[in-house]
């Protein structure tokens, strides 16, 4: 299936043995999108290889575009102002509700149900409104910096934000009502692609995956970052590791951003949103944040020049990809979408 | 009962007749001019004149035209519309408004008609604010436009033959559907309306072609795809024949019958339990507190046989990219995909036949006008909400049942859907046997 299917939602490919319509065994093949990002960053300034980042996945690209900056402050010891923390943490979320809602979109007609397709998409354009608000641009923002944002909020944003909040929890029992209601969609995936906790962490399965198998692994809660450890909530945790409990998982977590989305703008104090940044840095660090979806990780180096002497990149769909076959051994061919429309496909942050 | 609007055979007999009668008029004046030379005893093409426009070749010819207007009104009519139909509802499901294109559209129209100061009102539309009704034509156009690829590594006869074949079963089955007492091909005329003893067995056999064209065109194709597609397709259709069969048995338990016109007639009186009338309720076997159950498996196994979402995974497009239909292209493809439109259709037919008491409608109106074949001599009556109305409103209410299914469920596994099959409608419409058994039985119905 691939390089062009439209399973793939991306470029790349799966090799599956098949017996009659029985999954013997898969192995993904990817490397068609690589881009040589890690390259292309060490002939760039650290403040310029924000618009690099920001394409690594441009379904989310305020997320890797903060873990990249998260790895320069800790490279260059910058403080960042808690308002530039508060207003990360607020795009953050909303960039993850976007990004979750595009995968509902996908998932939608992954199964046949192309309704929800639109209805997705319909909801995730109210959040881009509120990104575009904020940065300009409804993808690809180019909005967090090395010392905090890029600038400040608009007036009133908060009460966009709220306004948009309460509009979408109303639809998310829509959304309800035609996936986990209807018993044809459980039919798709409850037992379906199953994967044990153990089996997840050994293969490096991180974010919503690893917690739909029942670890609460959450790296705004065990590692946090910014002005997450001010802010409480609640990570989105199921346990039975199968295509249903991925899907609970990013459901409660969209219900989770909201939350915090609330919470931050209730807090969010007033002041600087910026600090000021050195232009070189010498030495190396790291830093991994909670990604939409999983960990993200950013392994900067400077050798006191004004470019990384190396940066490394950790993306999480690149370790979920490879225990996808342990998860389709034994399925059936229509589950190969049930089960990687639930892993949440990223090619981009794959190939790099 | 009201009266029908349409006498397909009549109107097709004189329609054959006028087209015999042309083509008899070359020879008609051959055989003048012999005859005003010579004066043979017997003109040999007197008898062949008398042939061209006698009884017997004209009834024959008249079928044929008969068919063909069936085949007018099955493509050019009803699969726009119900295109039309399933694009602008699913968009409405989707909370959007669909397709747009009207008359509007056309920049010349809009340009030359639409400056005629009241006619040319529609025309000076903005582009897209039409019904979209034009989409559907567009759609043929371009698909006729497409070039016809045969794959290389294709089975190129089987290949060809596989549109025919569904094509072809799909029109024979709007061939045995009768629309109205009027508007039949198949039957005789009887005592009290037409008869066709065996036309639901006729239906359902010209239902059962389809698979097998499906399971060609998979096969033919040399494609893992459509190969995949087409056995998915032969493992569901050829199971859900079985219980679509049986629950058809229930209601031949009450009807007495195979015959659809005695089934409709069964169905326009009122609805009796037990001896004791239910008023205003008719006697539509959607009704009855056993045939339910029947109606259930039949309304399911329908959506099956017409490969729609949740059963549509012949050509589940996520994981097979359209499945049988693969390597198909052109007007090819127009015609395997569109035909199948016209199953779900002649499915939905068959269900208001069987359920929901065929063209048997609450209200009909009758008015007389002036007669024109006597030039305003004495009056003819004139349904005004005639059977084909009623007919065509119960089918595309089905129709539109199966589209809101279709858009609001996702699509279900080929091992479930064999289960599903197997375990609960083969089950359940024996169940419905057995109950419709012991209503006869004890002549509760």
């Keep these: ?352 | 009962m009201s009266g029908h609007l349409i006498d397909l055979l009549g109107w097709s007999e004189v329609l054959a007749g006028f087209v015999l009668w042309l083509l008899s008029l070359p020879f008609r004046l051959v055989s003048w001019i012999v005859n005003s030379i010579g004066s043979t005893p017997r003109n040999p093409l007197d008898d062949f004149v008398g042939w061209l426009t006698g009884p017997d070749l004209t009834a024959f010819v008249a079928v044929i035209v008969a068919v063909n207007l069936v085949l007018l009104w099955a493509t050019a009519f009803h699969l726009l519309i119900i295109m039309w139909i399933e694009r602008k509802m699913y968009s409405r499901l989707q909370d959007r408004r669909g397709i747009m294109i009207g008359l509007g559209s056309f920049d010349i129209l809009r340009r030359t008609l639409g400056r005629i100061p009241l006619i040319g009102r529609p025309f000076r539309r903005p582009s897209h604010l039409g019904t979209g009704f034009l989409q559907t034509v567009a759609d043929g156009v371009k698909l006729f436009q497409k070039e016809v690829i045969t794959p290389a590594t294709a089975d190129k006869w089987m290949f060809h033959a596989a549109p025919v074949m569904i094509a072809s079963s799909t029109l024979l089955l709007f061939v045995a559907i009768p629309w109205s007492d009027g508007f039949w091909i198949m039957g005789s005329p009887g005592a009290d309306g037409p008869v066709n003893p065996y036309g639901i067995l006729v239906i359902l056999a010209a239902f059962g072609v389809a698979p097998l064209g499906i399971l060609i065109a998979g096969w033919a194709s040399n494609n893992k795809y459509t190969l995949l597609g087409g056995m998915r397709a032969a493992a569901q259709l050829m199971s859900y024949e079985i219980p679509l069969v049986l629950s058809i048995i229930a209601v031949v338990f009450l009807s007495r019958s195979l015959d659809p016109f005695a089934i409709v007639r069964d169905q326009s009186r009122l609805l009796a339990i037990g001896g004791v009338t239910v008023p205003f309720l008719p006697n539509w076997y959607v009704f009855h507190p056993v045939l339910w159950i029947a109606f259930i498996v039949f309304f399911i196994t329908i959506i099956a046989e017409a490969e729609r979402i949740p059963f549509d995974i012949p050509e589940a497009e996520a994981e097979l990219v359209e499945g049988w239909t693969t390597e198909y292209s052109g007007m090819r493809f127009g015609i395997v995909f569109g035909f199948k439109w016209l199953r779900a259709l002649a499915g939905a037919a068959l269900i208001v036949i069987l359920f929901f008491g065929g063209w048997d409608g609450p209200v009909f109106t009758t008015v007389y006008v002036p007669n024109i074949a006597t030039l305003g001599v004495g009056t003819v009556p004139v349904p005004i909400l005639f059977q084909e109305f009623w007919f065509t409103v119960k089918v595309y209410i089905v129709f539109i049942v199966f589209v809101w299914i279709a858009w609001s469920v996702p699509r279900v596994r080929i091992d479930q859907i064999l289960n599903i099959g197997w375990r609960t409608l083969v089950p359940l419409s024996v169940l419905a046997i057995l109950l419709a058994a012991l209503a006869r039985g004890v002549n509760w119905l």
Aim: proline letters at 5%.
């Design chain 1, 1 to 352: 299936m691939g390089p062009q299917h439209p399973m793939t939602h991306g470029l790349w490919n799966l090799r599956i043995k098949v017996d009659g319509e029985t999954i013997v065994d898969a192995e993904p093949e990817i490397g068609y999108l690589h881009r040589g990002y890690e390259k292309i960053m060490e002939v760039r300034e650290f403040q310029k290889n924000v618009v690099l980042t920001d394409r690594l996945c441009y379904v989310s690209s305020i997320t890797w575009s903060h873990a990249y900056c998260l790895a320069c402050e800790e490279l260059m010891d910058v403080e960042v102002p808690p308002r530039g923390q508060y207003l990360r943490v607020i795009t953050l979320e909303l960039q993850r509700i976007a990004s979750h809602l595009m995968w509902l979109a996908a998932y939608g007609p992954d199964l046949g149900l192309l309704t929800a397709l639109l209805w997705a998409l319909r909801e995730r354009e109210l959040f881009l409104d509120l990104l575009q608000l904020i940065s300009g641009a409804r993808m690809n923002q180019n909005w967090p910096r090395i010392g905090g944002v890029r600038n400040d909020a608009p007036p009133d944003f908060d009460q966009y934000c709220r306004k948009v909040i309460a509009h979408f929890r109303k639809k998310m029992d829509e959304y309800a009502n035609v996936f986990e209601q209807s018993k044809l969609f459980q039919v798709r995936t409850v037992g379906v692609g199953r994967i044990s906790r153990e089996d997840a962490m050994d293969w490096g399965v991180t974010g919503p995956n690893l917690r739909a198998c029942g670890a609460r692994i959450d790296l705004r809660e065990m590692d946090p970052y910014d002005a997450y450890p001010e802010i409480e909530f609640e990570p989105a945790v199921a346990r039975d590791g199968d295509s249903y409990a991925r899907y609970k998982v990013r459901m409660e977590e969209l219900k989770t951003s909201c939350d915090l989305i609330e919470r931050a703008l209730d807090k969010l104090p007033a002041g600087p949103y910026r600090a000021k940044q050195p232009r070189r840095a010498e030495g190396e660090a790291f830093r991994r944040t909670e990604d939409s979806r999983g960990e993200a990780l950013f392994y900067v180096i400077g050798d006191g020049d004004d470019r990384p002497y190396r940066v490394k990149i950790r993306s999480p769909i690149f370790s979920t990809m490879f225990a996808a076959p342990l998860m389709m051994r034994g399925n059936k061919v229509a589950d190969v979408v049930a089960i990687m429309g639930s892993i949440d496909v990223c090619v981009g942050e794959i190939d790099k």
